[in-house]
């Protein structure tokens, strides 16, 4: 894992409820589309486009995700790439860009974005002859036929290009960039790739009017290996609302072709004011009608963002943002993953913090959780597909939400972080005892880490044929 322990070794040393490592779903349509998109790798390939802010354009959490869908599926392709630098942002784990010359950008988090977004969320364009974008990969890419598409504007204005793929080159002229129906170039290249880059290329004296280049990056696929490619779309401080600006990404769909699309915001919508956004119900139903018009058996999974605590408070609203995602995705049809509940839920983030899975901002998480958040998004793939593959006839397969008892919000909403409670020793009252009564929130695996046994243990004691609790319920414990 790259962490130096087992995904059940850290499950039990931060707590975590696996019961909700899964997407739930509420029709078997749901759960049969999202099979057979999954299953499109065994004949051809699937694209996995995940979108969401700054946990996922550091690509920690998609890289982990991706390279063991991968080994399940087979590998498309390293998918897309953007020169993070000229965009006056940063690279993301996989390469490293770099760029020449005077660029102006767009992110989907400036709304209304100053220039048209693609499918990708950020735009460089430039007027400076001498402007050139780079990326160097940190580990090169295989010997293999490539097919890779270049996404810019194409008009009367476009400048011609040279793409560079190592030592290769591959020029198109402003003539032939301006006659071509598509805003893209398609390049078949064979061979390791260590770098790909972009230039202007000035071919024309007498240009008819000023030059203008608009890039949105380029997307590389195996041209002859069918398999999964995982496109992470992450653009630092970018709330939910921020997909409903890419406008170019119709257009650049036809090439991408998003088999599923991971929709994974929040935080930025909820952090500065500790409030769910009344608009968000509006948010999601144009979110869906977007991808939908683009591919209208595509899977869309709706997410819940961590446990955040910002300028001395716990951020609650997390609870009902959680609550609300769980409801507008039943009410839309599309899988929910709940990783607020899966990473401990309500003031948890302290015990990532403290077990070097978070940082001390309390907001983002450590490489080793990122890379754990890569871990369980795998498993709740794999988690899903066994199960709407062994039981197709299932209508729904959910968790209900974790019902944060409102005492708790009441008592302590604002204030500095409190000191951690000792947990019951083995000579407890409670666990002498041998009974745990259930409260609000409980899970059977949390009960189990708490007393240092298994679920298959309680549910034997217990004679229980299923995983579902009530509150007030006497649970054995030994």
Known sequence: MGIGQSLAELTQLLELDTQYCFFQYNSDESARKFVSNMRKAETGRVVICHYGASHIQSEIVTARASSLLKERFGNAGPGYVFPFTAADSYDGINYKSSHTGKWNFAKCYQIPPKIPLGIRGMTVQTFDTSASVRMNFKAPLKDEVYEIHVFLERNDSTPGVEISIDTSKYRFTSDRIASADSNYLTILHRGA?????????ND?????????????GMSIEHALEKGLMYQPFGVGASPFQAVLYLDKMEEQAEVIRPDIVIIDYGTNNILYTNEVPSDLPDMVRKAVKKFRTVNPDVTIILT??????????????GIRYNYMMDSLAAVHNCLYWNFYDLSGGYKRIRDWNEKGFAKDDHIHLTQKGYDLKGLLLFKSFMNTLEHAEERPNDKLWRMPVCLYEERKLAKDPIGAIPKEKKKPSANSSKNQKGVHIVKSGDTLSAIAAKYGTTVSKLKKLNGLSSDRLQIGQRIKTK
């Open 193 to 201: 790739i260590g770098s790909v880059g972009l230039q202007w290329m």
């Open 304 to 317: 819940s963002m961590q446990d955040l605590y910002y300028k001395k408070r716990y951020i609650d609203a």
């Open 204 to 216: 024309s004296l007498t240009a008819p009017r000023r030059r203008m280049l608009t890039f949105y």
